[in-house]
C-alpha cells in the first residue's frame, strides 16, 4: 500500500486562547495530526483534542524556541475515529495570544507506524535539521512540520531537502503580519534514505523545524485461485 | 448583495455594548477564489481601555460556510478569546483578535458567523476579512 497525505486544514487566531480547526469528512481507522505553534510568553499550553474523542501523542517533545516567544507541538493519532464534521483543538490557558494550528489527515500507513522524528529550532536560512534521519523501512511517506518568525505577508515557503516534496498548502499560514506562520510539506518515498528538510520562508530569521516519518503499510501475500501451493510433506 | 471579494471587509458589528448571548451576522455571499475568512473584532488596550475590558468576558466565535447555498453549514475555525488586553505575535498589545480558518473549496459559497458572549456586556466592533 501507499501511504499518502488525504487532507488537511488550518486555523489560526492572532490573538485568542482556544482555536479549533475547520471540519474534515475523516476515515476511520487512519492517522490524524494536530501541529501547532503559540506564544509561550502569553499561553502556556493546556491540551490538544479533536472531536472524535481520539487520544493524541506528542512526538518528541514541545520545542521552545524564538526565545521566550515560540511554542510549538506534533501530535499524532494512529488508527483514529474519522467521520465528518472532524476539528482538532489546542487549548492554552494564560493571557490571550497568537495561535496557528494544523489538522491534516494520513492513510496507508502500518499499524505503529511511527519510525524516525525529530525537531530543533535553526536560525540561519536555509532552515534544516542538525542532521537527517535515516527510515528503516522502503516505502515510507517523510512529514515536515515548518514554523517561521517572518513579520511579511505573504511569507513565501519553499522545501527542497525531501527531494520530490509537496507543501500541503491547506496546511500553510503565510500571513505573517498578523499570524504565526508555517507549513507542512509532505514526500512520499519507495527506498530506504537519510533525509533532511530544508526550508526557506521569505524574511524570517529564525523557524522550527520538524520531521517525522511513518512507515506505509504492506500488503498481505494473496493466494489466487487456481494457484499451486507447494506445502512440505513431513515423513 | 454581490459576492464579497478577496481582501475585502465587511463590517458585521456596529461599535456597540453587546449582552450576554447569540449575536449573529450574515450570510454574505463570498467570491469563489476566496480561500479564508477571517472574524476581527476590537480589542482592549491601554489607548483603548473601555474596549472589552474584562479577562471575565468571553467571546467565541462560530464561523460557518455553506456549500449549498445555505441549505447545510460547517464550521470553519471556531475560537474562543477573553477580554482585557492580549498581545500579538510580536509582543506588543493587540488592539484587535483577528482568527479564522481555511475554507473548503466551491462556488457560490456563503459565510457567516455567530458570537457568543459569556460573563459580558462585551463593548466592541467587529468585521469580517475575506481573503
Known sequence: ????????????????????????????????????????????????????????TIVDTQLDWEGVNGGWRFYTCENGTGGASHTGTITLTGSNGPITLFFFELSGLASSALDQHTRREDTASAFTLATGLTTTQANEILVSFFAGNTGSNPGTHAETGLGSSTIQTACEETNGASFW???????????????????????????????????????????????????GVGR | MPAVKRMSSVQVLPLANYPNGSHSAGPIDIADDVTSVDF???????????IWPNASTLLTIIPEVSLDNGSTWAECGRSTSSGGIGFDKHGNEAGFTLAGGGLPTGTGRKYRVTAVITGGPLRSTATVEVN
Open chain 1, 1 to 56: 500500500m501507499t501511504a499518502a497525505f488525504v487532507q488537511g486544514t488550518k486555523a489560526r487566531t492572532s490573538s485568542g486562547l482556544t482555536q479549533t480547526t475547520p471540519g474534515l469528512t475523516t476515515t476511520t481507522g487512519n492517522t490524524f495530526v494536530l501541529a501547532s505553534q503559540w506564544s509561550r510568553n502569553t499561553g502556556t499550553f493546556s491540551s490538544v483534542s479533536d472531536s472524535k474523542s481520539n487520544t493524541y
Open chain 1, 181 to 231: 506562520t508555517g507549513a507542512i510539506a509532505t514526500s512520499v518515498k519507495s527506498s530506504t534514505g537519510t533525509f533532511n528538510p530544508s526550508w526557506t520562508e521569505s524574511g524570517a530569521s529564525a523557524a522550527a523545524v520538524g520531521l517525522a516519518t511513518f512507515k506505509a503499510a504492506t500488503a498481505a501475500a494473496v493466494l489466487r485461485k487456481n494457484s499451486l501451493l507447494r506445502l
Open chain 2, 40 to 50: 476581527n473584532i476590537q480589542r482592549c488596550t491601554t489607548a483603548t481601555p473601555t
